[in-house]
């Protein structure tokens, strides 16, 4: 059967890094039969979570009427969720955040909207590793996150490079981006 993957992209650059990672992923996953949709978040309006609680009384989903909302059925359709990001200060970027911050209105009691979902991960620095770069708190914050989400990450994928686009430079890490998207379509 198809796997039905949802691509969130978190940086604001188009033609960037961990754009380009992602369309590989893409790339991989469609040669695979998958079926994919995906969201530029930095293109859409995303507010932060008020802690406002109302999904946790009698409302469907979030009260927050924004672009979550055409985010939320495609988290719902999924089996697959690939999240790329360039990193920040040491971490996700602010338009991952914001938008992982109000998957909180789908953990409701006696739903399970993520478990057995499969994920991938697909980041992109500046710095020269994986450590320097503060990409490693970004991989503990999703280990954490998709543990307690009860969700597989299947697989991460990052690399070095600075300039837009720059990382198309670098196969073997284009490779793995790809061959992660047609892992994540079977
Ligand atoms: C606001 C900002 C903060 C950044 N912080 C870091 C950082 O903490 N560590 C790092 O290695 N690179 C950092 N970078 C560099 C980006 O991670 C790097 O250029 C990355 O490839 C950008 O990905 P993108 O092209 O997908 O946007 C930062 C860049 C910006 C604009």
Redesign the pocket.
């Known amino acids: 059967m198809a796997q039905k993957i949802l691509v969130l992209k978190g ?3 188009r033609n ?5 990672l992602a369309d590989q992923a893409i790339k991989g996953a469609l040669e695979n039969g998958a079926e994919v949709e995906q969201f530029v978040l930095d293109a859409m309006k995303i507010r932060p979570c008020t802690a406002c609680d109302e999904c946790r009384n009698s409302k469907p989903e979030c009260v927050i009427k924004d672009d979550m909302q055409k985010i939320y059925p495609k988290i719902r359709w999924a089996n697959v969720i690939i999240l ?8 996700m ?1 602010a338009q991952m955040k914001l938008c992982i911050d109000r998957w909180y209105a789908l953990l409701k009691t006696g739903e399970s909207v993520f478990e057995g979902k499969k994920i991938g991960i697909l980041l ?4 020269t590793d994986v450590n ?4 490693i708190n970004a991989i503990h914050t999703f280990q954490d996150m998709f543990g307690y989400l009860d969700c597989e990450i299947a697989g991460i994928v990052y690399g ?8 198309t430079a670098q196969k073997d890490v284009m490779d793995q981006a790809f061959a992660l998207g047609y892992k994540l379509a079977a």
């Open positions: 940086s604001p650059r960037g890094n961990s754009a380009a790329a990001s360039p990193i920040y200060f040491f971490t970027s992109s620095f500046g710095d320097s770069s503060g990409a070095s490079a600075d300039r837009p686009g720059e990382i």
